[in-house]
Protein backbone atom coordinates (compact mmCIF):
# COMPACT_ATOMS: atom_id res chain seq x y z
CA UNK A 1 0.00 0.00 0.00
CA UNK A 2 1.26 3.44 -0.82
CA UNK A 3 1.63 5.76 2.54
CA UNK A 4 0.32 9.21 1.85
CA UNK A 5 2.62 11.68 3.79
CA UNK A 6 0.88 14.62 5.38
CA UNK A 7 3.02 17.84 4.67
CA UNK A 8 4.44 18.67 8.20
CA UNK A 9 3.87 15.05 9.68
CA UNK A 10 6.15 11.86 10.70
CA UNK A 11 4.83 8.73 8.99
CA UNK A 12 2.84 6.49 11.16
CA UNK A 13 4.42 3.29 11.85
CA UNK A 14 1.61 0.81 12.35
CA UNK A 15 2.88 -1.66 14.07
CA UNK A 16 4.25 0.39 16.59
CA UNK A 17 0.83 1.91 17.05
CA UNK A 18 -0.62 -1.43 16.45
CA UNK A 19 1.36 -2.54 19.89
CA UNK A 20 0.39 0.08 21.34
CA UNK A 21 -3.20 -0.37 21.05
CA UNK A 22 -3.21 -4.14 21.74
CA UNK A 23 -0.77 -3.64 25.04
CA UNK A 24 -3.66 -0.31 26.35
CA UNK A 25 -6.56 -2.62 25.52
CA UNK A 26 -5.10 -6.03 27.28
CA UNK A 27 -2.43 -4.91 29.82
CA UNK A 28 -4.39 -4.41 33.74
CA UNK A 29 -2.70 -1.18 34.31
CA UNK A 30 -4.41 0.87 31.56
CA UNK A 31 -7.63 -0.02 29.88
CA UNK A 32 -9.03 -3.02 32.26
CA UNK A 33 -7.95 -0.70 35.14
CA UNK A 34 -9.76 2.17 33.80
CA UNK A 35 -13.35 0.04 33.07
CA UNK A 36 -12.61 -1.61 36.87
CA UNK A 37 -13.01 2.49 37.94
CA UNK A 38 -15.75 3.13 35.25
CA UNK A 39 -17.68 0.09 36.80
CA UNK A 40 -17.15 0.84 40.55
CA UNK A 41 -16.87 4.54 40.74
CA UNK A 42 -19.86 5.58 39.73
CA UNK A 43 -21.00 8.86 40.73
CA UNK A 44 -23.93 7.36 42.97
CA UNK A 45 -22.11 5.40 45.15
CA UNK A 46 -20.14 8.39 46.36
CA UNK A 47 -21.44 9.84 50.06
CA UNK A 48 -21.69 12.92 51.42
CA UNK A 49 -19.17 13.80 53.39
CA UNK A 50 -20.29 13.24 57.53
CA UNK A 51 -20.25 16.81 59.47
CA UNK A 52 -19.70 15.69 63.23
CA UNK A 53 -17.63 19.00 64.10
CA UNK A 54 -14.50 17.07 64.57
CA UNK A 55 -11.88 17.82 62.40
CA UNK A 56 -11.00 15.38 60.11
CA UNK A 57 -7.27 13.85 59.38
CA UNK A 58 -7.71 14.20 55.62
CA UNK A 59 -6.92 16.99 53.54
CA UNK A 60 -8.76 17.70 50.23
CA UNK A 61 -11.66 16.46 48.91
CA UNK A 62 -11.99 12.55 48.62
CA UNK A 63 -15.17 12.82 46.46
CA UNK A 64 -14.25 14.98 44.13
CA UNK A 65 -10.71 13.30 43.31
CA UNK A 66 -12.81 9.83 42.81
CA UNK A 67 -15.66 12.12 40.78
CA UNK A 68 -12.55 13.31 38.76
CA UNK A 69 -11.21 9.45 38.61
CA UNK A 70 -15.02 8.33 37.55
CA UNK A 71 -14.98 10.84 34.38
CA UNK A 72 -11.51 10.32 33.36
CA UNK A 73 -12.02 6.56 32.98
CA UNK A 74 -16.05 6.89 31.70
CA UNK A 75 -13.94 9.13 28.81
CA UNK A 76 -11.50 6.75 28.15
CA UNK A 77 -14.49 3.51 28.45
CA UNK A 78 -16.75 5.73 26.21
CA UNK A 79 -14.40 6.20 23.31
CA UNK A 80 -12.89 2.65 22.75
CA UNK A 81 -16.90 1.86 22.90
CA UNK A 82 -17.38 4.84 20.38
CA UNK A 83 -14.75 3.33 17.91
CA UNK A 84 -15.85 -0.20 18.01
CA UNK A 85 -19.10 0.89 17.28
CA UNK A 86 -18.20 2.97 14.24
CA UNK A 87 -15.51 0.70 13.41
CA UNK A 88 -15.55 -2.16 10.47
CA UNK A 89 -16.92 -5.95 11.11
CA UNK A 90 -13.00 -6.81 11.04
CA UNK A 91 -11.94 -4.20 13.72
CA UNK A 92 -14.64 -5.25 15.46
CA UNK A 93 -13.71 -9.03 15.25
CA UNK A 94 -10.35 -7.94 15.99
CA UNK A 95 -11.00 -5.86 18.91
CA UNK A 96 -13.60 -8.80 20.55
CA UNK A 97 -10.36 -11.11 19.98
CA UNK A 98 -8.33 -8.59 21.45
CA UNK A 99 -10.67 -8.37 24.80
CA UNK A 100 -10.98 -12.06 24.84
CA UNK A 101 -14.83 -12.20 23.85
CA UNK A 102 -14.17 -15.21 21.33
CA UNK A 103 -11.26 -17.11 20.34
CA UNK A 104 -9.00 -17.26 17.89
CA UNK A 105 -11.08 -19.23 16.00
CA UNK A 106 -14.30 -17.73 16.31
CA UNK A 107 -12.43 -14.47 14.73
CA UNK A 108 -11.05 -16.85 11.82
CA UNK A 109 -14.72 -18.16 11.34
CA UNK A 110 -15.91 -14.62 10.89
CA UNK A 111 -13.39 -12.82 8.92
CA UNK A 112 -13.64 -15.90 6.32
CA UNK A 113 -9.60 -16.96 6.77
CA UNK A 114 -8.18 -20.37 6.21
CA UNK A 115 -6.70 -21.60 8.85
CA UNK A 116 -2.93 -20.97 6.91
CA UNK A 117 -4.09 -17.30 6.67
CA UNK A 118 -5.17 -16.69 10.27
CA UNK A 119 -2.04 -18.49 11.30
CA UNK A 120 -0.06 -16.64 9.46
CA UNK A 121 -1.59 -13.05 10.55
CA UNK A 122 -2.20 -14.09 13.76
CA UNK A 123 1.39 -14.56 15.25
CA UNK A 124 0.04 -12.48 18.23
CA UNK A 125 -3.74 -10.37 18.78
CA UNK A 126 -1.68 -7.10 17.60
CA UNK A 127 -1.13 -8.92 13.91
CA UNK A 128 -4.88 -8.35 13.34
CA UNK A 129 -4.61 -4.63 14.10
CA UNK A 130 -1.78 -4.31 12.18
CA UNK A 131 -3.74 -5.66 9.06
CA UNK A 132 -6.55 -3.23 9.66
CA UNK A 133 -4.38 0.04 10.08
CA UNK A 134 -2.21 -1.32 7.13
CA UNK A 135 -5.07 -1.79 4.30
Known sequence: ?????????????????ADNVAKFLTD???YPRLYKIYQQASPEFIQSPSLSGMP???IGNSNEEKLVKYLYAKSIVDGVADTYDK???????????????ISAVEAMGNLHFEKTTLLYRSVSNRTG???????
Request: glycine share 14%; net charge positive.
Open 129 to 135: IKQIWKG
Open 1 to 17: MEELMIPGMKNIDYDKT
Open 28 to 30: KRY
Open 87 to 101: GSVELKVVLDNTLGK
Open 56 to 58: GGS
